[in-house]
Nanobody, 115 residues
Framework: QVQLVESGGGLVQPGGSLRLSCAASGNIFSSNVMGWYRQAPGKQRELVAAVSSDGSTRYADSVKGRFTISRDSAKNTVYLQMNSLKSEDMAVYYC?????????WGKGTLVTVSS
């Protein structure tokens, strides 16, 4: 079993910043992919950013240049630094880890972008 605990969501004004954190525990192998997805009301869940255990990253086009994903493998923790937030970034953000082709999800943390 794998558990994911997210933190860092909240209310921020347009143009502001937030940092999300997600700590993983349980049967985590050294080779895995950790990432963040988001789901806005009425929309499908979409990939925001992901980072592999080898450090390679990928981002949704909509967040490139504004969001940065990073991980601390020693702590099994992934971070998402979100800058220059826009109203369209408002969503529930879910932490994800893929271990041996199995996806595990956090409960989600709400990011609200509003003045």
């Amino acid at each position: 079993q794998v558990q994911l605990v997210e933190s860092g969501g909240g209310l921020v004004q347009p143009g502001g910043s937030l940092r999300l954190s997600c700590a993983a525990s349980g049967n985590i192998f050294s080779s895995n992919v950790m990432g963040w997805y988001r789901q806005a009301p009425g929309k499908q869940r979409e990939l925001v950013a992901a980072v592999s255990s080898d450090g390679s990253t990928r981002y949704a086009d909509s967040v490139k240049g504004r969001f940065t994903i990073s991980r601390d493998s020693a702590k099994n923790t992934v971070y998402l630094q979100m800058n220059s937030l826009k109203s369209e970034d408002m969503a529930v953000y879910y932490c994800n880890i893929r271990v041996s082709l199995v996806d595990y999800w956090g409960k989600g943390t709400l990011v609200t972008v509003s003045s």
